[in-house]
């Protein structure tokens, strides 16, 4: 366990650099072009629910989360050896497992009230890849559990989960137009854009973290023929962090019946 965290907290300043880079990049072309992708409240919204999900995430749970997948990986009958093309394997499973989670997220009212936070912006930028809520990692462990189980380490998992999750960073974007071939094959910025549209003919669209073709296979993908509106279907939640972590939680308290 602690040779995982030791890993992966080694690559962790090289992300951070990278990550704030691209938005850094993403800022200057917004500006030059005139195009209004970033508004300053929004924007410092963003980056304190980024602060607080990697308090969460690294500091508060972050162990226990590592705990239960090594004892998980204890337990399991199979432990397939640790080489370039089971981690390959692994991190497509990884990707199937994440596709599954995701079109849950969407479908099961309680874990939508966690995904609701990340769909609550009505712009769309590289700042909200990771508004994300502060305890959405406490339910995506179980479909991750599986691959575990079959006998891969948990550091291919954790580490396949992490990879996916930064390439998924670059996806929310209006910089970059539509990627002719890999559109078939990856999710894109283009196809993204699809899922965070709150238009009736996106919803429930795109599922994908880093491969498009789960949604082609299960009949999910829905190519981008017009700007979406971003957000969620019952409107602009506020600039307040709190509102935007709890708001999903409120609505289902409340019975609402909403859709992303």
Same mark, same amino acid.
């Given at each position: ?159 396949? &989960? ?50 498009? &073709? ?35 939680? &409120? ?10």
């Amino acid at each position: 366990m602690e040779l995982i965290q030791g890993q992966l907290g080694s690559y962790k300043l090289l992300f951070l650099l990278v990550i704030f880079s691209a938005m850094l990049a993403e800022v200057i072309w917004n500006h030059a072009t005139h195009h209004k992708g970033y508004h300053p409240k929004e924007t410092l919204a963003n980056f304190l629910i980024f602060i607080g999900h990697q308090f969460f995430g690294k500091v508060i749970y972050a162990g226990m989360k590592l705990a239960v997948l090594d004892f998980v990986y204890r337990i399991s009958p199979f432990q397939i050896e640790n080489n370039v093309w089971t981690f390959l394997f692994c991190f497509i499973l990884v990707d199937f497992a994440y596709f599954w989670f995701h079109w849950a997220s969407h479908k099961v009212k309680f874990l939508w009230a966690f995904h609701h936070t990340h769909h609550s912006s009505t712009l769309y930028n590289l700042s909200g890849a990771y508004r994300l809520n502060w305890f959405g990692g406490l339910v995506n462990l179980i479909f991750f559990v599986p691959i575990i189980l079959l006998g891969f380490s948990p550091m291919f998992v954790v580490a396949s &989960i992490s990879l996916n999750l930064f390439y998924q960073f670059f996806l929310h974007t209006e910089a970059i137009g539509k990627l002719g071939f890999l559109e078939k094959i990856l999710n894109t910025p283009s196809a993204h854009r699809v899922h965070h549209g709150s238009d009736e003919e996106y919803l429930d669209k795109n599922f994908g973290g880093v491969f498009i &073709i789960w949604d082609r296979l299960f009949r999910t993908y829905r190519e981008e023929t017009f700007k979406p509106k971003y957000g969620v279907t019952t409107g602009f939640v506020g600039y307040n962090p709190l509102k935007i972590i709890f708001k999903g939680f &409120i609505e289902l308290t409340k019975g609402v019946k909403v859709k992303p």
